[in-house]
């Protein structure tokens, strides 16, 4: 079988309004691969920002994949969260990014978005706090065909650094 190892850090965020951030992540991947070693989902400590605008999370990846096809190459879905003082959680923005195809170091930035929503839950979040959210995040890059009724905004980017390592792809042939 052919063999995706990835290692590699969530660096951290920039470009969001709120302090206290922290990121959920996940890899998913099509039916022909199978994750031999590491985490596949996971979340970063939080970080509040007292120069500027970047959180730094340096958390690390390190996962191992096996696959007998190239369908389904494995993405990572993020999740920016904030904390406010009393503990509560809220989304920030939500974001994918494909894992890169070629073997080397890659330093990627992962732009996010999230719900708009109606003036209404504006105002309400404004005032109370928290917002809209998806109910099924994950489906954020399965190509839903209800994702085109979605009002968005820009958020913040994530930065990542990824090392990618291929092994045994030349002999389904696929060169790298």
């Given at each position: ?63 191992h994949f096996a696959t007998k096809g190239l369908q389904g190459w ?59 959210q998806l109910r099924a995040p994950e489906t954020v890059a ?35």
């Amino acid at each position: 079988m052919a063999e995706l190892h990835l290692i590699g850090q969530i660096v951290g965020a920039s470009g969001f309004p709120q302090r206290r951030l922290f990121c959920k992540w996940g890899l998913h991947a099509g039916g022909a691969w199978k994750l031999l070693s590491g985490l596949g989902a996971g979340q970063t400590q939080v970080d509040d920002p007292q120069a500027d605008d970047v959180a730094y999370w340096c958390h690390p990846l390190d996962v191992h994949f096996a696959t007998k096809g190239l369908q389904g190459w494995p993405k990572l879905h993020l999740q920016v969260w904030h904390q406010d003082g009393l503990g509560r959680s809220e989304v920030l923005g939500y974001g994918f990014c494909h894992v890169p195809a070629t073997p080397g170091c890659h330093a990627l930035t992962c732009v996010t978005w999230r719900p708009r929503g109606t003036w209404r839950e504006r105002l309400k979040q404004r005032l109370v706090g928290g917002g809209p959210q998806l109910r099924a995040p994950e489906t954020v890059a399965a190509g839903g065909a209800d994702r085109f009724r979605l009002r968005t905004e820009a958020a913040g980017a994530v930065h990542l650094q990824l090392g990618v390592l291929l092994r045994h792809f030349g002999r389904y042939g696929v060169e790298c």
